[in-house]
């Protein structure tokens, strides 16, 4: 089709990073904007270890939208990851003044343990959202239903995939938070386990 065009922003930091890793001296452990590849073992012995935290409830997000307008972002779309970047350097700048009494550590759903050549993706529907007449959207779109997520408090959040490409676990990270069905995630994920070049080790779906 004439008007057709291919975007690989779902596969393309994850293919970055497996060619970062590639060039680098083992053992190293890249991570770019949460998509991590790990070669070598652990300088310590152990193995390398990624924390994955819990997503940030919908009134939370509404909050963060509403900093997102006071900082001058105009809408309809607003980057979260920004104010949420700016909200845990304030945080930090102000415990180590003794600023503030709020000592509770950030919730984590998991630590993975990557071996010597994996990787982890993650999606999510958190930092970047679309506000339209008082809902929010994911800026991810369902090809089957030809629409945006809305946010609600049962469809993904979170999607976090551990492979041998980085580059397949971004891809299979972005299709399943695309998917409005747990358990429909759940059985395309589950496809890709065995029986495929870069099977899917792991994954959790929050």
């Not at 845990?88 to 600023?99: I, L, M, S, T, V």
């Not at 993975?112 to 050549?117: A, F, K, S």
């Not at 994911?138 to 980085?166: D, F, M, W, Y």
């Not at 069905?181 to 994954?203: C, H, I, K, N």
Request: aromatic fraction near 6%.
């Amino acid at each position: 089709h004439a008007d057709a065009s291919l975007d690989l922003g779902g596969i393309a930091k994850g293919w970055a990073v497996d060619k970062i890793a590639d060039v680098l001296p083992s053992p190293c452990y890249v991570d770019w904007g949460g998509d991590v590849k790990v070669r070598g073992c652990h300088p310590s012995g152990r193995p390398w270890l990624v924390a994955v935290p819990e997503p940030p409830s919908i009134a939370t997000l509404r909050l963060r939208v509403a900093k997102a307008k006071r900082a001058g972002q105009k809408g309809p779309v607003f980057t979260l990851a920004d104010v949420h970047s700016a909200e845990d350097k304030r945080d930090d700048e102000a415990k180590k003044e003794g600023e503030t009494e709020d000592d509770e550590e950030k919730e984590y759903l998991a630590i993975l343990e990557l071996r010597d050549g994996e990787a982890v993706a993650t999606s999510g529907d958190y930092e970047k959202v679309i506000e339209r007449d008082g809902k929010l959207y994911s800026h991810v779109i369902n090809p089957q239903l030809g629409r945006l997520l809305e946010l609600n408090p049962t469809t993904l959040a979170q999607a976090v995939v551990v492979a041998k490409s980085c580059m397949v676990a971004d891809a299979l990270a972005t299709a399943a938070i695309g998917k409005e069905d747990p358990s429909e995630t759940r059985a395309m994920l589950d496809q890709f386990r065995t029986g495929y070049r870069v099977p899917v080790r792991d994954y959790l779906l929050y």
